[in-house]
């Protein structure tokens, strides 16, 4: 950990896609040990912000700090380093459909080729325990619900053993229940592993379950940042309308549970 608890630390940063300018200055700290939750509508840079910290995108200006270490703007032995501490959770899971549950959770270990077969099977077997999934290892991915793809993508993420977890909208495309079930699991395994999570969405009833810090990105800058108490309590009306929004067009999830 870094010596002042910061995880990951962005400046003034920066990113265009020919005319259009995404990133316009984002200033953001992310304690270490803590669930961050970044929310903001579509378009907003959310996913972007996400791959410049994980190092997919390098920004035009600004710089990321991952434990006081700067990530370098290109492709470097320091830059695999860095991206080694991390493990991603993509939107939709990611899982190669001709590998079983067990291949896929321990696929980054076998590239990596530190481990014996016999220690890969062993940490397959620990993750799945840890997100509910004992005892499936042979199954195959297309044989799963949504829901339970997700946690085959967090066990996948967990067996890299990172400091650092990233969520892409981890609840997109789940019923409410599921959606609930996910957000649960991942409140739990910050508990239980004091990991720094990260977590991109636009689903703030996720944000409110499992972070300590929510902030929010609109047209490309942070407009509010704060604990999900002082998050509610805003009087920024960007922030009023976006949580009023959310409430009108998904109601109460979970309601007739």
Not at 24 to 33: M, Q, T, Y
Not at 139 to 167: Q, T, W
Not at 228 to 234: M, T, V
């Amino acid at each position: 950990m870094g010596t002042n608890g910061i995880a990951i630390d962005v400046r003034q940063l920066h990113k265009w896609f020919r005319n259009n300018h995404v990133l316009r200055g984002v200033d953001l700290k992310i304690p270490a040990g803590t669930a961050t939750a970044i929310v903001g509508g579509s378009g907003a840079g959310k996913s972007v912000l996400l791959k410049h910290m994980v190092g997919l995108l390098s920004p035009d200006s600004g710089s990321i700090y991952i434990f006081n270490q700067e990530m370098p703007s290109k492709y470097s032995r320091r830059l695999e380093e860095i991206r080694r501490r991390f493990a991603m959770v993509f939107q939709g899971s990611a899982l190669l459909n001709s590998l079983n549950v067990g291949e896929n959770v321990g696929l980054g270990l076998v590239e990596q080729g530190r481990l014996s077969r016999e220690e890969i099977d062993q940490v397959v077997r620990e993750k799945l325990a840890l997100v509910g999934l004992k005892g499936k290892e042979s199954e195959l991915p297309g044989e799963l619900s949504g829901g339970m793809r997700k946690r085959v993508a967090i066990a996948r993420a967990l067996a890299m053993d990172p400091e650092i977890i990233l969520f892409d909208e981890p609840t997109t495309g789940l019923d409410p229940i599921m959606a609930q079930n996910i957000d649960s699991l991942i409140a739990d395994l910050r508990d239980r592993l004091r990991k720094t999570v990260v977590i991109v969405t636009h689903d703030m009833d996720s944000a409110f379950e499992i972070a300590d810090l929510i902030c929010m990105i609109y047209e490309g800058k942070i407009v509010e940042q704060g604990s999900p108490e002082a998050f509610c309590r805003s009087t920024n009306p960007i922030v009023e309308q976006f949580i009023s929004r959310f409430k009108r067009h998904n109601g109460e999830r979970g309601q007739g549970d």
